[in-house]
């Protein structure tokens, strides 16, 4: 089983992804192909600074944990945000979730982990849907999220979507 960062710049698609738990990705995306998800996979939820449109206010942060509960295969209703068609996806099963606002911040800890090997230049390979995390930055990842992390259910409308929140 390998883990994934799945990345998400955008309140709608991260809405979508916690309501209906599961994820889409676009055609030309790159998760494509050998590091796509696949059923049994782990993933660590992300969300940019982007993703709550307020990024000199917010931080970057891992703030969720899944199990990708099917393959990633071709949709068969199409997915689009903002424009984009999303194409593919599979099924998660979201673990826990960390309240709005916590988890934990990627950028603090990006000289720590393997899969940064330019803690200078990260940010460069946050530009994807998956990104696939070594076994040691996983478990590393892991750890420092789960203090954090509440059931899925009571956290989920932390997350939903109000023009308020942005």
Partial sequence: MAAHLIIIGGHEPLAWVLDN????FSA???????????KGD????????????????NRGRIMGLAT?????????????????????????????????GEGVVLADLVTQLEVFPDPRHWSLRMR????????TD???????????????????GEYAFSPALT
């Fill in 42 to 57: 782990e993933i660590l939820l992300y969300t940019t600074r982007d993703c709550f449109r307020r990024p000199t206010r």
């Fill in 68 to 100: 990708v509960t099917s393959e990633t295969a071709p949709l068969a209703d199409k997915v689009v945000f903002g424009g984009r068609r999303f194409t593919t996806g599979c099924t998660l099963r979201v673990h826990g979730l960390a309240p709005r």
């Fill in 28 to 38: 030309g995306s790159r998760s494509q192909g050998a590091a796509a998800p696949a």
């Fill in 138 to 156: 996983a478990d590393f990842l892991r750890r420092e999220l789960q203090p954090t992390l509440r059931p899925y259910r009571s956290v989920l």
């Fill in 21 to 24: 738990q599961r994820m889409a």
């Fill in 128 to 135: 994807r849907a998956s990104l696939q995390l070594p076994d």
